[in-house]
């Protein structure tokens, strides 16, 4: 009976959200965010989608609570009480009616007809579930491979369309996570660069527009909180 | 909080982590290299992989890590995942054959394409994880 079960996750998952919206302790806050993306892991597995669940396992529940621990530890570790607003929610609940109109017209979980089950991927799924059966049973020869239907013979159909049918794609996906690697690089380690190496080539985009800084003063004065190399040198610990 | 100790110094920590470590790695190098046969991949296995070292770098300290992956390797790593993707797709055009046409690698090719591909994917992904982190970490220091 696998309908209660997700009926309970998602229980877990809207409560959980509560609960995030909620908190004024930011660390309870990162870690019910590391909760939220397990329990959704978890639907996706009920779901069958394990190759998502697995991503929002690691990413989700892994990654991001350790981005967001990290952030805490630049911040303090709770909110500022703050009047409830009406624009805000009004704007939520327009998002909300808007994502159950839209809802309206898709096709009830599970069913076959859905146009997802139809078209492409039917057709890929006989091609994929042919060729690895030629390819692990070679006793049991049905039909012998023609040109027509070439096939990645993968056993995982996943990593055969993200890989091959949709290699573009990837392909620009790891683009993208490289870019975006690339972006956070730019942001939060440029002038650690400049302490480390001085006079090394980044040194030229320290903000002089008000002051020029002497040669040997590295850090612009202007930014507060901002130590100077020797705090970076003798100050070791990672989490305070 | 009230009295600061250090994460390396709780040796619960310290010992689970130590053991811990190598497991993680090679589930993530198992994830990498069965993604053709059950679920995973180079993303999942990119992340899980430097997991692993950040787990090592939350507990021993930003300096452990890098020693033994230095910001510029790691840096370099990135743009090395990404080259080996494109590159295999350059592969094709030696035989007059499609941008990431696996069927070059000859008859089992798109396991050999797929293969490196998702190398460069893992490669790309760890990485780059990895270098968020550092960024992240980095201002950790800094904000004492």
Redesign the interface.
Known sequence: MPFPTEVFLFLVLIATGFMVARATNLFAAAMLTGVFSLTSACLFTVMDA??V???EA??GG??ST??FL??L??TSRTEKKQPAKLYPFIIVLLTGIALIIGMINLKPYGDHNAPIHNHVTEKIKQKEWAAVKRSTRPDRQTATATPHDKA?????I???I???YR??D??G???V??T???G??L???GR?RDDEEPGGAGSSEAPSHDQEPAPDELEPSGIA???TAA??QT?????? | MKKPMRMREIVVLRVVSRVLMPYIMLFGLYVQFHGDFGPGGGFQAGVIFSAALILYGIIFGLDAVQRVFTPFAVELCMALGLLLYAGTGLVSFYKNMNYLDYDVFGSHGQHYGILLIEGGVGITVASTVLMIFYAFAGRWRVSQ
């Not at chain 1, 990645?152 to 995982?156: A, D, E, M």
């Open positions: 394990v190759d669940a697995f991503t690691a990413v892994g990654f350790v981005l990290g952030a530890a630049l990645v013979g993968l056993p995982n996943v990593t055969s993200l890989g091959s290699g573009y990837t392909l996906e790891t683009g996570i490289f975006a690697g690339v956070v690089m942001l939060l380690m650690r909180n901002e130590p705090d970076v100050d070791e610990e990672p989490l305070s």
